[in-house]
């Protein structure tokens, strides 16, 4: 376990001098240039930071990409980086922890996935800086303007205990873009063949699957397993459960408001007894659960599939451009997520797009804290963040009218054109412009058709973007929920696959009981309750 840190009675001191706790005035701002840059005094910042694979194939120390450097010399700073080798992290992170002093800031992923108790204890525990009183118009102006006006971003950025924690996070998706991007698109060919029209409730789609496979259709629908790392959008994305009022493999918000577990409801037999059946009468690709999205579009480009379950960037960057574009006769169709009787309501249980990602703290060893917080507020500009999310123009990107399009890089790239692309887990924002999503973004194809119709059916926020746990409640988590995702995913491929008859589904059920389920369900309801209350 990871050693946490207290409050000693010096960060405490520092605390209140600085008047996080009395309210006492703050050191004065950073200066900004009339491009709004601020001037961080030649500051060296040190920054612990777990490198995404693709960052180790362009570099060892994230200083070297191009546009890094580029923001050290327009802020005045210099970034000292703290890379944990690449498989790692987990073990580089508890030996930091240990250490007696940590970096200014801890970017990306670990205390959110290493720190026992995750950022509230961390909070507890005095590793992490409250930096809640410099959020305003004087110190953080770019932040401030985003979230003043924005209820659902204000509660997005704020923990249970009133603090602001999310400065410097990515912001992703918008009230006007709130999107899925993963479903179910159709040969339209194949569709055409059968003289039927596209589904809108179960029944539909089971006469579609039997008719396309009457047709010779290999396999009417086509899912993927991410490479056997998880379920797969049968169960991830709630196309199909959602007929039913559930979440496929994971909790959600009722329609009386209150959390339940979808697999734990009993409705989720009859969606298991519709994949079941599905699976029985060869209309699912059997080796779904080791096939990537890759491999689902190949499979739909060798004619062997009518409807492939993908997100929209993978058909956009590999079927469209191989098979799509070079004959329109092979073009997919959206279909929407259907009901279960033409008369029903389809529950908004599809996965949206608005969240927060790529977290950064500030630490409480912090050597200069108005540095720290002035350098993430200037991530929100428009054209650092630009740079950020794009690399660097000419070799990251162009410009086709007026908006950036990333480049491609060769096989064969260079490291100065791979050091020249986007850094990763640094830009703040993602697809929160719907104009430019359709029209430039996600515009080939039926790509901007499959959004637009997709957004019309509605969303579900997904719990776990924004609740936080508590100590008791991080320890229960902690104690049960790798148990039950674990049994989860073993029994739910059993009852598709026929290797666990339904009729043991009550005892399915009672398993998960006798494995705290219920416990872990009260656990995201008071956790829902106090973000709800924020």
């Known amino acids: 376990m990871v050693g946490r840190k207290k409050v000693t009675a010096s960060v ?48 060892s120390n994230m200083e070297d990409y191009h546009v890094i450097k580029d923001i050290e010399e327009k802020f005045n700073c210099k970034f000292e980086f703290i890379h944990p080798p690449v498989g790692q992290e987990q073990d580089n992170f508890t030996i930091m922890m240990a250490d007696s002093t940590l970096p200014d800031m801890i970017f990306s992923r670990g205390i959110d996935q290493y720190y026992p108790g995750g950022i509230e204890m961390a909070y507890a ?42 400065l410097g996070s990515k912001i992703c998706g918008s009230e006007e873009a709130d999107l899925t991007f993963t479903g179910a698109l159709i040969r339209k060919d194949y569709l055409e063949a059968t003289g039927l029209e596209v589904p809108t409730t179960i029944d539909e789609w089971t006469a579609l699957f039997e008719a396309m496979k009457a047709n010779g259709v290999e396999y009417p629908l086509a899912v993927h397993g991410s490479g056997g790392n998880d379920l797969g959008p049968l169960f991830t994305t709630n196309m199909f459960s959602s007929a039913y009022g559930v979440a496929a493999d994971d909790y959600y918000i009722k329609d009386d408001g209150t959390v339940g577990f979808g697999p734990y409801e009993d409705s989720y037999k009859d969606y298991l007894a519709l994949l079941n059946q599905w699976y029985e009468a060869g209309y699912i690709n059997p080796d779904f659960t080791t096939q990537t999205e890759n491999d689902i579009m190949s499979l739909t480009s060798s004619d062997r599939v009518g409807v492939a379950m993908t997100h929209l960037y993978t058909y956009g960057t590999t079927y469209y451009v191989t098979t799509e574009s070079e004959d329109e006769s092979k073009a997919l169709i959206p279909a929407p997520a259907p009901t279960l009787k033409e008369s029903d309501t389809l529950a ?48 990251g990107y162009h410009m086709e009218d007026g908006v950036p399009v990333i480049n491609a890089m060769p096989a064969d790239a260079s490291k100065d054109e791979l050091l020249g692309a986007a850094p990763q887990q640094w830009h703040a924002y993602e697809d929160t412009d719907l104009d430019y999503i359709l029209t430039k973004k996600y515009n080939k194809g039926c ?42 995913k073993e029994s739910l491929l059993k009852f598709v ?26 656990v995201e309801q008071a956790a829902l309750d106090r973000y709800n209350a924020r």
Request: glycine share 6%.
């Open 497 to 522: 696959m026929g290797k666990e008859p339904l009729e043991n589904f009550e005892t399915f059920q009672q398993n998960l009981k006798d494995m705290h389920i219920e416990d872990l369900i009260a």
């Open 447 to 488: 790509q901007p058709d499959a959004l637009t119709l997709w957004k019309e059916q509605g969303t579900s926020q997904t719990l776990s973007n924004f609740i936080l746990y508590n100590t008791e409640e991080a320890e229960t988590r902690s104690s049960y929920q790798a148990d039950v995702d674990t049994y989860v």
């Open 12 to 59: 405490l001191a520092a605390l209140m001098a600085m008047g996080t706790l009395t309210g006492t005035a703050l050191a004065d701002p950073c200066p900004r240039n009339e491009q709004g840059y601020p001037d961080l005094g030649g500051e060296t910042i040190t920054i612990w930071f777990a490198m995404t694979s693709n960052n180790a194939q362009a570099t």
């Open 125 to 166: 525990d005095g590793v992490l800086y409250d930096y809640t009183d410099y959020i305003g118009e004087e110190y953080t102006p770019n932040f401030w303007n985003l979230i003043k006006d924005d209820e659902f971003l204000k509660k997005a950025v704020t923990d249970d205990e009133g603090r602001i924690i999310r």
């Open 348 to 395: 908004a249980l599809r996965t949206s797009s608005r969240g927060l990602g790529d977290y950064k703290y500030i630490t409480a060893d912090c050597k200069n804290v108005e540095a720290c917080v002035a350098l993430l507020d200037a991530l929100y500009l428009e054209d650092i963040d630009r740079e950020l999310a794009n690399g660097e123009e000419g070799v």
